[in-house]
DNA sequence: CTTGACAGTGAACAAACGTTCACCTATAAT
DNA sequence: ATTATAGGTGAACGTTTGTTCACTGTCAAG
């Protein structure tokens, strides 16, 4: 009973600490986590931090100062639909990702772009989608690509046939595309992300 | 052409710094900028760092100590697919975000989960894709839901029918569901992320 | 040529930093 | 009852922090 109540406060003080990298963009100093949880030593504060490190919420770096941890990636990936919903014991062991991290190889070359057409419907990329796109990557047979077909710009399919190129739709509306001139791509589609709501 | 070199210059110490935090978890402070850069006086730091600031890189905070600006941000929407590449000039205009920030709301009450079951096709959702899903929010009629049913946990859209609930595949291949018990909503369905490659 | 702007050096300084130490209180276990 | 542990107070201390000041050199504009 005791524990839990004493685990239900460690928690809530993660919490705060995490609200405040939220909010700031970076770790409190000790002083303010003493003023944030009304501890008036930094010993006190020093306690705690080893008890957060413990709990991977974050770490310290060589010089002491705090640098997150779990914190810093929001999220959970708890296992499949139908597998249901592991244990809150479980779920505690499971790691924690960041979207960006998981999605985004290359910040600098990667760009996300609306998708308004309905050419790629069965590979599951729908209007109002958002596609993921990165400049570096050179375009292998079967990728998804944005390209640039007769001035105009789309999302395809590109299959290589020999030494020539086309661009596959995945929605039997649209008939494949053989382009006239030198194929301008302008990146490689890695990601989709839709948004309910 | 001198003052590409000096934009380009200034662009690459940006990176730098923006590496200096994705690897580490926090800003450098003005000495370790100075020593990265080969800037021996914290005062040149101090100019270099408020040009960074005018550049939205980076700002200070109350306390003068750095806090992510749109490094923190990783990708740029540009556009639809169809509406083609902005300028680089145009392009340099866009809001940086961060996919964390757009797809999760409640950090503490959000998770993923992997979908292996086809019943949500023509929904857009595919065996491999990815489910956020949030356990804090109430269910509406039409949002896609996890529900244990008869013991069985699964994804469909909610449909409310006066007191009783159905749950409504997208597959023509499966029925709707009509639970016989109190239907269990672990969470409601908030967006959906497929990587390829 | 002169002047101003920009980018940088070097030093001083007050404030803030985390670490360490001595100590206290409450609680649980023996 | 005694002892050990956990969680906290308060102060001292060396190090690091960003700010401010005085200054230098280069380059571009008039």
């Keep these: 009973m005791k524990n839990e109540i004493q685990r239900d406060r460690l928690k809530s003080r993660a919490e705060a600490v995490s609200g405040f ?15 944030m949880l009304g501890l008036r030593s930094k010993n006190a504060v020093s306690k705690l931090v080893s008890r957060l490190e413990g709990m991977n919420v974050l770490e310290k ?9 779990s914190i810093a990636y929001p999220v959970r990936i708890l296992g499949t639909v139908e597998a249901g919903f592991p244990s809150p014991a479980e779920e505690e062991l499971a790691d924690n990702i960041s979207l960006d991290d998981l999605l985004i190889q ?16 069965d590979a599951g990329i729908m209007p109002g989608d958002m596609v993921i796109v990165d400049r570096s990557q050179t375009p292998k047979s079967g990728d998804i690509v944005i390209a640039e077909v007769d001035g105009a710009w789309t999302m395809k399919y590109l299959r290589r046939r020999g ?8 929605n039997p509306k649209y008939k494949p595309i053989r382009p006239k001139n030198e194929l301008k791509v302008a990146g490689v589609v890695t990601a989709v992300v839709r948004k309910y709501g």
Tied chains: 1, 2.
């Design 21 to 35: 990298y939220q909010k700031t963009g970076r770790m409190p100093s000790f002083s303010e986590i003493g003023e």
């Design 61 to 69: 770096d060589k010089t002491g100062r705090l640098i997150p941890g």
């Design 106 to 121: 290359n910040r600098q070359a990667t760009f996300l772009l609306k998708v308004s057409g309905d050419s790629m419907l």
């Design 163 to 170: 030494e020539s190129v086309i661009l596959i739709p995945a």
